[in-house]
């Protein structure tokens, strides 16, 4: 059974520009979740998409957006890119659509933004 | 307000030492409990949850933890360290029955073993 697959592993970007990163999440699995992590500000909640619909937003700028596919993929999107927003990106999916039954993440996406 | 605390942003053990990771939690509702651990470079991965039931949970690796309500407390422990077991650990809590609620982790303890 293929777990979480997120796209890229790694991304560089300058700033200013806007960036789209991509989550599978596992078959079944409607419910898909983001986070920002830093070593800073540690694991920080983005949104929450189930059924194409956001259902939960963190406390993030609006250049911080998401969406959800029919097939439940989601995709998340950061436009004017600032040095801050460096930071390991992670997708998990949740069976059920809560988040009671826990979180299954992927590996990430890293980004540098230089 | 609602909150995680791990205490202890780094723990080191002897190899074959006990492992004790600690783990608070605020809440007015009922909690739904998690232990994630972290690898360099890697996502985050289940070790054990508490839900409703048994108090003491098992996990993945050896681990366990136990759900203390007079405490609000859910410590991870292992009795024996092994050397594969340094990474990162979280633990994190749901807050709400609702379907769409959140997970909220604790700020994370990274986990030392010497040879």
């Known amino acids: 059974k293929a777990g979480v697959t997120q796209t890229p592993r790694y991304l560089i970007k300058t700033r200013g520009q806007q960036v789209t990163l991509s989550c599978s999440p596992i078959s079944g699995h409607r419910s898909v979740s983001w986070y920002q992590q830093t070593p800073g500000q540690g694991l920080q909640f983005l949104f929450e998409?189930?059924?194409?619909?956001?259902?939960n937003k963190g406390n993030f700028p609006g250049r911080f957006s998401g969406r959800q596919f029919s097939n439940s993929r989601s995709e998340m999107n950061v436009s004017t890119l600032e040095l801050g927003d460096s930071a390991l990106y992670l997708c998990a999916s949740s069976l059920g659509g809560s988040a009671n039954y826990g979180y299954t993440f992927g590996s990430g996406t890293r980004l540098t933004v230089v | 307000a609602q909150s995680v605390t791990q205490l202890g942003s780094h723990v080191s053990v002897s190899e074959g030492a006990l492992v004790l990771l600690r783990c608070n939690y605020s809440s007015s509702v009922p909690p739904y409990l998690f232990w994630y651990v972290q690898y360099p470079n890697q996502g985050l991965q289940l070790l054990l949850k508490?839900?409703?039931?048994?108090?003491l949970v098992k996990g993945i690796n050896g681990f366990e933890a136990e759900f203390k309500k007079s405490e609000t407390s859910f410590h991870l422990t292992k009795p024996s360290a092994h050397m594969s077991d340094a990474a990162e650990y979280f633990c994190?809590?749901?807050?709400?029955?609702?379907?769409?609620?959140?997970?909220?982790f604790g700020s994370g303890t990274r986990l030392s073993i010497r040879p």
């Open positions: 508490y839900t409703t039931g048994a108090t």
């Open positions: 994190a809590v749901t807050f709400s029955y609702s379907s769409a609620s959140k997970i909220i």
């Open positions: 998409y189930f059924s194409e619909t956001q259902r």
